[in-house]
């Protein structure tokens, strides 16, 4: 059954990642609609990416705008990093099941199926070298 538990631990802390990150789940937002804003702020510095999210129009970019702020006070708070020497390295965007199914009523007593898209949003800082 569970074989060589320590050594398998051991392993998986070694491999595990020490960048400071913050992730949200289920998101009420396209992730096609998402990854669009998301692609605009990749590889930028955090105050830069901070300036663009917080400028834009769209609902997408409230959005990843308090995650890569989480993010940030992740990074200073519990790393001890300093936000300045900050950059997105990464914004993945993955799309969770749909967790809404309404229906609306059509003629001839047929129904037809609304399904509201949700996404799973995480940004990963590093500090710039």
Same mark, same amino acid.
């Given at each position: 059954? +569970?074989? !060589? ?6 392993? $998986?802390?070694?491999? %595990? *990642?020490? !960048?400071?990150?913050?992730?949200? !789940?289920?998101?009420? /937002?396209?992730? =096609?609609?998402?990854?669009? #804003?998301?692609?605009? #702020?990749? &590889?930028?510095?955090? *105050?830069?990416? #901070?300036?663009? /999210? ?5 609902? +997408?970019?409230? $959005? /990843? /705008?308090?995650?890569?702020?989480? +993010? &940030? +006070?992740?990074? =200073? ?24 199914? %309404? ?9 037809? !199926?609304? =399904? =509201? ?6 940004? #990963? ?5």
């Amino acid at each position: 059954m +569970a074989r !060589r538990i320590k050594e398998k631990s051991e392993k $998986i802390n070694q491999n %595990k *990642d020490t !960048r400071p990150y913050a992730s949200v !789940r289920y998101v009420r /937002l396209s992730p =096609t609609k998402a990854k669009i #804003v998301a692609d605009l #702020v990749k &590889g930028k510095k955090f *105050d830069d990416a #901070v300036a663009i /999210l917080s400028n834009m129009p769209q609902d +997408a970019a409230s $959005i /990843l /705008l308090k995650v890569v702020n989480s +993010a &940030g +006070a992740n990074a =200073t708070n519990n790393k001890g990093l300093n936000a300045h020497d900050l950059f997105v390295a990464e914004i993945i965007v993955n799309a969770a099941h749909n967790s809404q199914n %309404k229906v609306y009523a059509r003629g001839k007593g047929g129904m037809d !199926r609304i =399904t =509201t898209k949700t996404s799973h949003i995480k940004v #990963v800082l590093d500090v710039k070298e």
